[in-house]
């Protein structure tokens, strides 16, 4: 069965520090990838995603996350950290046979120190 | 709308009745998803509409609960027999077609039974 592993729970970094979040997944062909953030009290807003082409995808607010085939991940990745940037990240995947649902890691929560 | 609309935002119930759940996608979004977020947990699909084809009900967890799409519009979410179980923030999603093209959220329904 398919499936999404983020295997940080919560992560802390100093604001101005770089990120990188962790996401394996679990499908037997390419699928389509996403990656979205949780703002407290808040829905999910999507960040990026990856279909097919350059590998590394470019996202909004400064985040982008690289498809690494051989790996099966899409990590998120961040220069500098804002302190705004604190929230849960999801990362989730669409198996292309399944029409446009998706399969969602745990999250990863992000505390951002001042 | 601009946005997808989900009401009420916060529903507090006691065990063993039922709720309606309500969500109101973009204009023109022909798939609407529900989803579940319990405390500490990654999303959980539950059901998915895509125009006039039978809905996919893979993800509901018990015969307690159901939805429907009115008009290829608004959904209603419903659950019977509420258990404390159920608690948990209900999202709803929509997106242009079955593409897996990436969903907008709405805010949520933070469901309470006590």
């Known amino acids: 069965a398919q499936s999404v592993t983020q295997p940080d729970i919560h992560i802390t970094v100093s604001e101005g520090a770089s990120l990188e979040l962790r996401c394996n997944y679990s499908?037997?062909?390419?699928?389509?990838l996403f990656w979205y953030v949780q703002s407290p009290g808040q829905g999910l807003q999507l960040l990026l995603k990856?279909?097919?082409?350059?590998?590394l995808v470019q996202g909004i607010k400064g985040f982008e996350a690289e498809f690494k085939r051989s790996q099966s991940s899409f990590n998120l990745r961040k220069p500098s950290v804002h302190w705004s940037d604190a929230a849960e990240y999801f990362c989730?995947?669409?198996?292309?046979?399944?029409?446009?649902?998706?399969?969602f890691g745990q999250g990863t929560e992000l505390s951002v120190k001042p | 709308g601009a946005g997808v609309s989900q009401s009420p935002s916060n529903k507090v119930t006691e065990k063993g009745k039922d709720v309606e759940l309500r969500c109101d996608p973009i204009?023109?979004?022909?798939?609407l998803y529900w989803y579940r977020q319990s405390l500490g947990q990654g999303l959980e699909f539950l059901i998915y509409?895509?125009?006039?084809?039978?809905?996919?009900k893979s993800g509901l967890p018990s015969d307690r609960f159901s939805a429907e799409r009115t008009g290829g519009s608004v959904s209603t979410l419903t659950i019977q027999r509420t258990q404390q179980e159920d608690s948990a923030v209900y999202l709803c999603?929509?997106?242009?077609?079955?593409?897996?093209?990436?969903?907008?959220f709405g805010s949520g329904t933070r469901l309470t039974v006590v």
């Open positions: 204009s023109g979004h022909t798939a």
């Open positions: 989730a995947v669409a198996p292309g046979d399944q029409g446009g649902k998706l399969i």
């Open positions: 509409f895509q125009g006039n084809s039978a809905p996919d």
């Open positions: 990856y279909f097919s082409g350059d590998t």
């Open positions: 499908y037997g062909a390419t699928p389509y």
């Open positions: 999603a929509s997106s242009l077609d079955r593409g897996p093209y990436g969903y907008t």
